[in-house]
């Protein structure tokens, strides 16, 4: 196992470069291609503190390792004895090793006091662990500012300064040079560095990628002032203390000149005892008309008044309001001169990151370099990450009905920094945005609609009156039927206006599908609108069907959900190997509803001959390879099903809920199939990533389809 691990060593030439974000960028493209990915972290930041750089990738999902089976050696040990803290480094490693399909390696950070040979030290340590180097290079100089960390940006030809003295350096050590990736760099020079630095390592033929700066990875959050001023959280919803800060607005001044000089993401420094700038500041957030605040800062250490106290208790307040005893200069200044990092606890930071990755940098060019072994096994992170490459390659439109609930909110963040879909949210903007603004997710870049905009109502409503007038649909009860968002969402697909919806989260199934019924209707040779779920087992991923719409389907209609089951297989790459399933195998049994699965076997070979269909199979001749060379020897299908069809929703729905429990697989769905345009379904207790899933499969139906 240790000679077939591939390793990856990160490293840069001084501090401050992001590298972080570089390291989570190769460990998530990683994930996507191995089932083990491990970390290891040669030289810890601090022996008095945990590694948050060491936490952040280990909260990764699919890394399954220790904090301190990841950490090599400390400086102090660098110091005292190099060699015995570089044999102690490659000895920890190797038990990382044998545990793992893939180890990304984090060089140190530079934390040190006079460490002019660090990167010599890390180039010695990535030789001895066999592993090649992706080297960093900052786009500012070392060291912060003034400012949130900030720093003077530097040409492309000083960029390209670094990378000439560094990879010097590399090579001195016989270090082997993967690619440069030249991070935090200013958006107006992205192709000259990639140019000039080109131009510096050309005789090594690495591959030059740029990264720009992006203000919210630099910013300090919330958490991060209040610790830097001493404070206490003494009003608000402590899961805020995640959001950014853009700006400081210092309020010593009456509340009429403080508000116009609200800025968005701003922290709002104001004297404890007045009281009217603080209310004023929260009537300004909640109003929905101003900038939206990230926080406010109480400084000076005064109590608030009883009153004050009182009338904070009786609102909603879930802007965080800390209260620090510092004056206003000492507290300006911190502010001022904090620097935000790269954490586990930064949500909004963490996507950020992989999205800035996943946009600079072309992963499949990195997986290619690393010669990373394809094993055949598909775990459901593997799977996740694949449907959300798909869906980015598909390019669709989503509308999301439901702007009123916050998983929705948030799971749209997430998905827009990821590039997974454009998104339009249904409601009124000012709420919507308020509302979204309120929990700390970014929507800027979706569109938000109302479902009573004059235009598009009057639009809908005929149309609607159109494809309903064989049931006496009138326009003016149109006009009230197209604002329920479930219709109106449908009617956006129907037009062309959106190429799929996913609603559900706070409305029925029914509510959610039955537009999608009257209104997109069944694909040409499709009778029937079913559903699967994407069982994402340790190693694999298998179909269900149908497990949500079909209560006790014919022989025809469950022909259709094999077809279309098989269908839905091939979109999500997962050859169709069709089962039919019944408590009986091949010819052993008979009875009505043996019969009925048989001739629904029967009519899938007559409309898709090349299909690999069998049935009637029990599902452990179906998945067992060695109860099929009994039960049903011979058989394409038997011990290799991939799509396991059920007679009937009571069997298929408890059989993906049994398989789901016990086997601790992650069933995503109900993906709902048959319809014209994608539309699906989102259970009313759906996580935000339950969501994101669902969007990404609807976009990646949609690419489908219109292809």
Same mark, same amino acid.
């Given at each position: ?99 793992? =399909? ?155 000149? !403080? ?6 993401? =701003? ?123 798909? =869906? ?37 903007? !000012? ?64 037009? &062309? ?6 609603? &559900? ?26 559903? !699967? ?25 469950? =022909? ?110 109900? !993906?709902?199939? &048959? ?27 949609? &690419?489908?389809?219109?292809?």
């Amino acid at each position: 196992m240790p000679l077939e691990t591939k390793t990856v060593y990160i490293t840069s030439v001084e501090g401050d470069t992001g590298k972080s974000t570089v390291a989570l960028g190769v460990l998530d493209t990683l994930r996507g291609e191995v089932d083990r990915v491990g970390v290891f972290r040669p030289v810890a930041r601090s022996t008095a503190e945990r590694d948050y750089v060491l936490e952040l990738l280990l909260e990764h999902d699919g890394v399954e390792l220790g904090y301190d089976e990841c950490i090599g050696v400390s400086y102090d040990e660098v110091h005292v004895d190099p060699e015995a803290a570089l044999s102690r480094i490659v000895e920890r490693f190797k038990a990382v090793e044998e545990q793992c =399909a893939a180890v990304v390696i984090l060089g140190s950070d530079y934390t040190d006091v006079g460490t002019p040979t660090e990167l010599a030290f890390n180039a010695r340590v990535a030789a001895n662990l066999g592993a090649p180097v992706i080297l960093v290079l900052g786009g500012r100089t070392a060291g912060g500012g003034d400012r949130f960390g900030s720093a003077p940006a530097r040409t492309a030809d000083e960029i390209a300064q670094v990378a000439e003295v560094s990879t010097a350096e590399l090579r001195a050590e016989h270090a082997a040079l993967l690619a440069v990736v030249a991070n935090r760099v200013d958006p107006a020079i992205l192709s000259a560095v990639r140019f000039s630095v080109g131009l510096t390592v050309h005789d090594q033929a690495v591959p030059v990628w740029v990264i720009p700066e992006d203000p919210l990875l630099v910013a300090p959050t919330m958490k991060n002032l209040m610790t830097a001023t001493g404070g206490t959280l003494v009003q608000g919803d402590p899961s805020l203390l995640g959001r950014p800060v853009f700006g400081v607005v210092v309020a010593g001044m009456s509340m009429v000149n !403080v508000l116009p000089r609200l800025t968005e993401g =701003a922290v709002v420094v104001v004297p404890g005892d007045r009281v009217e700038v603080l209310l004023a500041a929260l009537l300004a957030q909640a109003s929905g008309t101003f900038p939206s605040l990230a926080g406010i800062l109480l400084n000076g250490g005064f109590e608030l008044p009883e009153q004050i106290e009182r009338l904070l208790a009786g609102i909603e307040v879930s802007l965080p309001i800390v209260s620090t005893p510092l004056g206003t200069y000492d507290t300006a200044v911190r502010v001022t001169r904090s620097r935000g990092r790269l954490a586990a606890e930064s949500s909004a930071k963490y996507d950020q990151a992989l999205a800035l990755f996943e946009r600079s940098v072309d992963r499949k060019a990195l997986v290619d370099l690393l010669a990373v072994p394809h094993t055949g096994v598909v775990t459901p992170l593997m799977f996740e990450h694949q449907l959300l490459e798909r =869906a980015r390659a598909a390019g669709s439109h989503i509308v999301l009905p439901e702007g009123d609930d916050d998983r929705i909110l948030q799971a749209a963040d997430k998905l827009l920094r990821r590039g997974v879909a454009r998104l339009t949210i249904l409601g009124e903007e !000012v709420e919507v945005r308020a509302r979204a603004s309120g929990i700390g997710a970014d929507i800027s870049a979706a569109a938000v609609l109302s479902p009573f905009d004059p235009e598009l109502r009057e639009r809908f409503a005929v149309e609607y009156t159109r494809l309903r007038s064989h049931k006496g649909m009138t326009l003016d009860v149109a006009r009230d039927v197209v604002t329920d968002v479930s219709y109106f969402g449908t009617m956006m697909v129907h037009l &062309g206006l959106a190429d799929g919806m996913v609603s &559900g989260a706070a409305h029925t199934t029914a509510h959610t599908i039955r537009p999608s019924f009257e209104i997109l209707k069944t694909k040409p040779g499709v009778s029937v609108v079913s559903s !699967v779920f994407l069982m994402a087992l340790a190693d694999r991923v298998l179909v269900y069907g149908d497990c949500a719409v079909i209560p006790d389907p014919t022989s025809d209609q469950l =022909a259709d959900i094999a077809l279309s089951s098989s269908l839905t297989a091939a979109q999500f790459g997962i050859e169709p190997r069709v089962a039919m399933l019944s408590y009986s195998t091949g010819a052993s049994g008979a009875g009505a509803d043996v019969e009925k699965v048989r001739a629904a076997t029967e009519l899938v070979r007559q409309r898709r001959p090349g299909l690999p269909v069998d049935g009637p199979i029990q599902y452990d001749a179906a998945a067992d390879a060695a109860v099929a060379r009994t039960k049903l020897p011979g058989s394409a299908v038997a011990g290799r099903a991939t799509v396991f069809i059920f007679p009937d929703l009571n069997t298929g729905n408890n059989t993906y809920k049994a398989v789901q429990r016990s086997a601790g697989a992650v069933a995503i769905g109900p !993906v709902l199939q &048959g319809l014209s345009k994608p539309v699906n379904d989102l259970s009313r207790g759906a996580l935000v990533q339950d969501i994101v899933n669902t969007v990404a499969i609807t976009a990646i139906q949609a &690419g489908e389809a219109r292809a």
